[in-house]
């Protein structure tokens, strides 16, 4: 008597052997199938990817940062005919913008260290957008003024080099907006002085800090190497000096580069004024109008 498999398809007359050929020839087929697929769709875009480089991704969204709301005291229209000052300040225009672009563009010029003549500072100058000025007038202006022997490198204290790179000194004209927005205290805080305020140069193609909603994290532009110069200001000259526009302008200039190497605003009790006390307000009876840090030096040299 010839002895059944007791298998699972034990008297069905199935041999197992070839069920296993059958059901392995199905699986690699349907592997095959599923990997021909895979290649055909995924090796083409590989290929692609490898020649062309990965495509573009969409950049983020950029919110709009936040704009702090300037509030201009009425600006009086300049009338007068331009003379031969502001054209040696570069002044070609009575007609101030109000606001201009709010980007900047630094003037291109460099001058050389004179050996022996003191510790060097270098100065960066940049206009505004949309702000006219004689730039080559305004350059002669601002470094005659910065290294004259009645300035703050007197007797050999410092010497002012212009630069169009890294500055310590950043002066900014801009229009009246800006000037407001951007430095609503462009002076140093008393707890700044005695010249801890002097900054690292600065290469930053921003030379005023953007505006910011947080006015308790703003950091004084004089603090950043910054000496804001409102065009205005500069066109019309401030009232305390009456028509000598030229005092003016100067008075503006050193006072603001004061405040950059640590100098607070002080007052005035009576007599001849600091550069220091802030001479763009009225200042107090008996006390006259002074545009350098030091007056009395001498010039003849």
């Known amino acids: 008597m010839t002895r059944r498999s007791g298998g699972l398809f034990a008297g069905r007359g199935i041999a197992l052997p070839g069920l296993a050929v059958t059901v392995v020839t199905v699986i690699v087929a349907f592997a095959l199938g599923l990997g021909t697929g ?15 480089g990965p495509s573009p991704s969409p950049s983020p969204s950029v919110s709009a940062s936040p704009e702090v709301d300037v509030s201009l005291p009425p600006l009086e229209p300049i009338t007068r005919e ?17 606001r201009g672009a709010g980007t900047f563009s630094s003037i ?3 001058t050389a260290e004179v050996d022996d003549a003191g510790p060097v500072r270098y100065v960066r100058i940049d206009v505004e957008d949309g702000v006219t000025l004689d730039n080559v007038a305004l350059v002669d202006y601002v470094m005659t003024t910065l290294n004259d022997p009645r300035g703050w490198g007197s007797a050999g204290r410092l010497q002012f080099v212009l630069t169009e790179g890294a500055a310590d000194i950043r002066i ?17 805080p008393a707890t700044l002085s005695g010249g801890s305020a002097t900054p690292e140069p600065s290469a930053s193609a921003t030379p ?29 000259g401030l009232a305390t000096y ?3 526009r030229s005092q003016s302008r100067v008075h503006l200039l050193n006072h603001g580069v004061g405040h950059v190497l640590g100098e607070p605003d002080v007052a005035c009790e009576s007599g001849r004024a600091s550069v220091m006390v802030d001479q763009s307000q009225p200042l107090p009876e008996g006390c006259q109008v ?12």
């Open 108 to 110: 291109p010029g460099i």
């Open 290 to 301: 002074n545009e350098w840090p030091f007056p009395d030096a001498d010039t003849s040299g």
């Open 172 to 188: 900014v004209f801009a229009s009246p907006h800006t000037v407001v927005s951007r430095c609503p205290d462009p002076h140093i």
């Open 208 to 236: 005023m800090p953007s505006a910011s909603a947080s006015p308790a994290v703003t950091v004084p532009c004089a603090v950043q190497g910054i000496v804001p110069i409102s065009v205005y200001d500069w066109t019309a």
């Open 38 to 52: 895979w290649l055909s769709g995924y090796v083409p875009d590989a290929y692609r990817a490898w020649r062309e």
């Open 82 to 98: 331009l003379d031969e000052d502001d054209a040696a300040a570069g002044v070609v225009t009575t007609a101030v913008v109000t």
């Open 242 to 244: 009456g028509d000598n």
